[in-house]
């Protein structure tokens, strides 16, 4: 088992390098040029200072800021090290993502660290909520489809699913803001407390207002996920419903909900549970479009923004940061899968 | 004897209802299908024995499972019908462009009624105006009527509503403008109603201290004009005007809608006389009292002339010589002056789209008067021909027969609408913009159009994406499977570091990425094909993958190998088949994918860039409370659109995971 993981683990880093250096490539398309935008900014100060003069310091200028980004070099492959932290810069200094240097954000003048702690928060808070809310009712939903497999309940709750998954987010999110906020008036269209939150003082009270303003798009994102997560369960509960064991346990003669609950529930679970850890993993990306929608100061509405203001360095982070997310979300399905089913294991 | 039984009696006489539709059975079923009796009536035994009893290949019976669900069928239907909507819509639209703005007909309602002239007033027409979407109509009686579009945007006012004092007042002239109407009443009194905030009407309690605001001169408001002396009124986009007979000139409305207009005012307030004057958008052009030249108060603002909609312009002065200006009628950007000679020129700039010259006159006839709509012109001739020109992208210039209107009397334009009047004030014909079918976004643009090629365009980019993704998926999934080894480690490799990576962040920033650098629209968009095509094959090749580790397990794998027919051969001949219903199904499901997938990026603004229509990018203004109050219509065709089409096609998509399943199939 523990040959299975590290094997895995191996392969995650191998993917990750080749993501990072597919970013670095991507990221080095866009025609910009940090020291000479800093060089230009700076040169301003020196406006005193005759034509020659000037344009000697702004060489000098230039030349420190490219020192101190590690643009001094034109060859590629030495700027993608000095990136990650493997090369020094001219200065002899390794400062790159391994040594915790995650860039600079322009639009907020702060180190891209600080400014992804709060969206982050922000984040998990909603998903935490969505993600327990969509799987206490997608699981049962899911279930009880399956043992009513065929039946008028099981039918109608086929279409709405396929209706669930066939829309796109955002159109959910504007019938439902239609339906609750311009129809019925009773929840509040987007934001994340009553505009300049008068109750910071009262711990209870404001945490109150925040939720009365998380209500629709934690229905939004429930919504959203309803329709495959339920269809997923039903497609592997009807799976395990039809094995040999249920036959024989149902020919012992235990009670209905005994087979199913923990007989062919056990059984439905493997592939249910794969599903759910990647899902949690997602509470830490959000989702770009909900946030957008509902201006929720998440990590989609940050990476929305950082995009349309060109802000690259935040772009770049909240970008390895998803891959990572995703890898890891794939290792610790595969560990469970291994754990769960061994010849998952033999396989490999 | 019924039908039914006349069907199982295969022995008795068959009519000819059940033999042409035994026919039509078999276009759908096959012939084998004859073997059974006709299917309408089968009890579950006799389909029982029929199953037994006949052969059917797998295709066959993929599509005869499929027709037994009526519900996929019915979406199959729907989403055929959509392409072909889409498709073929187009080739209706010979105006229709991406970039069509026009600023007279935002944010309107659907309706068709913008030619709908009340019944009251069709055979008593004094007079009937027009601006942007509604008309203002006025009886011989003095009765003001209003029809069109009438609501203005998300002001909650509407122009429709009369005031009670106009109402009982005998109205002699009326005119509309972009969102304001003026009267005047038989005893000189002024009236105005609709939006007032601009200083369209009313007082300085009216504008709230809007800066830009002319008021309405006070001694106008309260002692009125004498109307019997009134040679024109006249509304522009937010302003008014009325020239008296002796060419006293006034000159109220919003500043900003009419740049020059105080220039004109203050001309006017210094004793200069005037002929004529019209507004167009933003300008107000006036005739000197001696015809001799225009006075704009700005510098060579509509001083180049020409004499017809094209052709070589000439400075004003020039061109007249001696002749002198009689009267002028303006568009929303051109202007056309009538000489006193009888001949017309033209100033300002055409639309290249659409544009419809001046007709050419027999000798002898000539026009006697010119009405100018908000982008084209109707002019009466004294043979009494009625004649429509300019810009035609809305059919304002698409004149029905001069038969219907040879004894027209009187012409009146004004939007987008044309009337002819007889010598009894009856309405002889009717032509121009009836209204919108969906209504208009917030650049004036026709929803309706605008969904029909949006959906070309979700249509297209989605398909592509598919295709590029299934032949990367199909190719990787089979070489893959089929060599297996050092190349399906290298390849499921590939595959995981592009399962990995996390779609729709990626793809905004690629997309992101490229709207920096210096590519065309189109250049952008085929991009976003392959970026959607390129992100997604993963799970194709991974199902595809697994298909063929077991298909070449079979033993006609092993026969073709014994026969020495080449590796490729067999990966793509022998095994591809069998797996082709997985590809299948995954295509479909992966063609509603990508749609939703494009509009998720398009109604973010990392998509198909903005004029081109997606029903993605249509959507992305609904998300407002405003939009949402007020113009319903601007969201719910294209939501309603998308959305069948999408849930369409995952029903297909779904049915036929199902019919193609052999399991599924024991399940039932």
């Known amino acids: 088992m523990l040959k299975y993981i590290l094997k895995r683990i191996g392969y995650m880093l191998a993917v990750l390098l080749i993501l990072s250096i597919i ?33 000697n310091k702004f060489e000098e200028l230039y030349h420190e800021y490219q020192v101190l980004y590690g643009t001094d070099v034109d060859n590629k492959i030495v700027r993608y090290l000095r990136w990650v932290g493997l090369a020094p810069y001219s200065n002899g200094k390794l400062n790159g993502l391994l040594q915790g240097n995650f860039g600079y954000s322009y639009q907020y003048n702060k180190d891209v660290v600080d400014i992804i702690k709060d969206p982050m928060r922000n984040t998990m808070f909603i998903n935490v909520f969505a993600t327990l809310l969509a799987l206490g009712i997608t699981i049962p939903l899911g279930i009880s489809c399956a043992v009513k497999r065929g039946k008028f309940g099981d039918k109608t709750m ?61 229905i939004v994102m429930t919504f959203c996920s309803l329709g ?23 020919a012992k003669g235990l009670r209905e909900k005994v087979v199913v609950y923990s007989h062919a529930w056990r059984n439905a679970l493997i592939p249910v549970v794969t599903l759910v850890v990647g899902w949690f993993l997602g509470i830490f990306s959000g989702s770009i479009v909900i946030e957008q929608m509902f201006a929720i100061n998440g990590m989609g509405n940050l990476l929305y923004t950082s995009l349309r203001t060109q802000d690259y360095d935040v772009v770049m982070l909240m970008q390895m940061f998803y891959v990572l997310m995703s890898l890891l979300g794939n290792l610790i399905i595969d560990i469970i899968y291994g754990l769960v089913d061994p010849r998952v294991r033999v396989n490999k | 004897m019924s039908e039914k039984q006349n069907s199982r009696n295969k022995a008795g006489r068959k009519n000819i209802f059940v033999t042409m539709g035994g026919w039509i059975a078999r276009i759908f079923m096959g012939a084998s299908k004859s073997a059974v009796p006709n299917d309408r009536e089968l009890t579950d035994e006799e389909i029982r024995r029929a199953d037994v009893e006949e052969i059917v290949s797998p295709l066959r019976q993929i599509v005869r499972n499929f027709w037994e669900r009526k519900y996929a069928v019915v979406a199959l239907f729907l989403v055929f019908a959509m392409f072909l909507f889409v498709f073929i819509g187009p080739l209706f639209m010979p105006h229709y462009r991406d970039a069509y703005t026009e600023v007279l007909q935002k944010n309107i309602a659907p309706t068709f009624s913008m030619l709908s002239v009340p019944k009251e007033l069709r055979d008593d027409v004094r007079s009937i105006d027009s601006f942007t979407s509604y008309s203002v109509g ?63 009407y009313g007082r300085t ?19 009125g004009v004498d109307v019997a002396h009134v040679k024109k009124l006249e509304c522009g986009y937010q302003c008014t005007g009325i020239l008296m007979d002796d060419g006293t000139l006034h000159l109220w409305g919003n500043l900003n809608a009419c740049a020059n207009m105080d220039r004109v005012i203050t001309y006017a307030e210094a004793g200069a006389k005037f002929r004529d004057f019209t507004f167009t958008l933003n300008y107000i052009v006036t005739i000197r009292e001696d015809g001799s030249d225009i006075y704009t108060g700005q510098r060579d603002l509509f001083n180049l002339v020409r004499s017809n909609v094209t052709g070589p312009a000439y400075k004003l002065k020039n061109y007249i010589g001696s002749r002198k200006i009689v009267s002028c009628v303006a568009t929303s950007d051109n202007i056309c002056y009538m000489l006193d000679d009888n001949s017309l020129c033209f100033s300002g700039d055409f639309a290249p789209y659409a544009l ?25 001739t004294n043979q009494g021909h009625v004649y429509t020109w300019g810009d035609n992208q809305l059919g304002q210039c698409d004149a029905p027969k001069q038969s219907k209107m040879a004894d027209a009397v009187n012409v009146y334009a004004g939007g987008f609408q044309t009337y002819a009047v007889n010598g009894e004030n009856d309405i002889t014909a009717k032509w121009g913009l009836r209204g919108y079918l969906f209504g208009t976004d917030n650049k004036g643009a026709d929803i309706f159009q605008r969904i029909v090629n949006g959906g070309k365009m979700t249509m297209t980019v989605g398909a592509i994406a598919v295709i590029i993704s299934t032949i990367i998926g199909i190719i990787v999934g089979c070489l893959s499977g089929y060599f297996g080894g050092k190349v399906d480690m290298v390849l499921m490799r590939i595959t995981e570091i592009f399962a990995a990576i996390p779609f729709l962040p990626f793809a905004m920033i690629l997309s992101a990425i490229m709207g920096r650098m210096p590519f065309s629209d189109n250049a952008r968009i085929v991009i976003i094909m392959i970026i959607l095509g390129v992100l997604s094959w993963t799970g194709l090749a991974r199902l595809v993958r697994g298909q063929v580790l077991v298909a070449r397990e079979n033993e006609y794998v092993t026969a073709a190998k014994a026969m020495g027919v080449k590796e490729s051969k067999i990966a793509f001949k022998h ?23 494009e ?65 599924s199939k024991i399940d039932r």
């Open chain 2, 575 to 597: 095994i591809l088949p069998n797996v082709i219903s997985v590809i299948i199904v995954t295509l479909t499901l992966d063609f509603a994918g990508c749609m939703l997938t």
């Open chain 1, 23 to 55: 970013m670095f490539v991507i990221y080095n398309l866009v025609p910009s040029d940090r020291a000479y935008t800093d060089a230009k900014a700076e040169i301003i100060r020196y406006k005193n200072l005759p034509q020659e003069e000037r344009d």
């Open chain 1, 228 to 250: 495959g997560m339920t269809r997923y369960v039903r497609a592997s509960m009807i799976e395990a419903l039809s094995m040999d064991c249920i036959k024989t346990a149902r």
């Open chain 1, 158 to 218: 086929q279409v709405v699913t396929i209706i669930g998954y066939s829309l796109p987010t955002f159109l959910i999110a504007i019938v439902f803001i239609w339906f609750f906020c311009s129809l019925f008036k009773i929840l509040p269209p987007s934001g994340m407390t009553t505009p300049g939150r008068p109750y910071a003082d009262n711990y209870w009270r404001d945490l109150l207002d925040r939720m009365y303003y998380l209500i629709l798009p934690l």
């Open chain 2, 599 to 663: 509009s998720g990026l398009s109604y973010l603004g990392f998509g198909v860039p903005q004029p081109h229509p997606t029903w993605g990018n249509m959507l992305s203004g609904a998300n407002n409370l405003t939009v949402m109050n007020n113009f319903w219509w601007q969201w719910v065709f294209t939501a309603i659109f998308l959305a069948i089409t999408t849930i369409c096609i995952n029903i297909v998509g779904d049915a036929l995971r199902d019919v193609m399943d052999p399991k």
């Open chain 2, 356 to 380: 419809v010259s001046v007709p050419g006159l027999a000798s002898g006839e000539y026009f006697t008067s010119i009405r100018a709509g908000a982008h084209h012109y109707a002019g009466l």
């Open chain 2, 138 to 200: 006025l009886s011989n009686a003095g009765k003001v009527y209003v029809w069109g579009s009438t609501k203005l945007g998300a002001t909650g006012i509407d122009v429709a509503d009369i005031p009670e004092e106009v109402q009982n007042a005998n109205i002699k002239f009326a005119a509309a403008g972009a969102d304001h109407i003026i009267a005047i009443g038989d005893d000189g009194k002024i009236y105005g109603w609709g939006a007032k905030n601009l200083g369209q």
């Open chain 2, 205 to 223: 309690d009216e504008t709230r201290g809007f800066e830009a605001a002319i008021l309405i001169p006070e001694d106008l408001l309260n002692n």
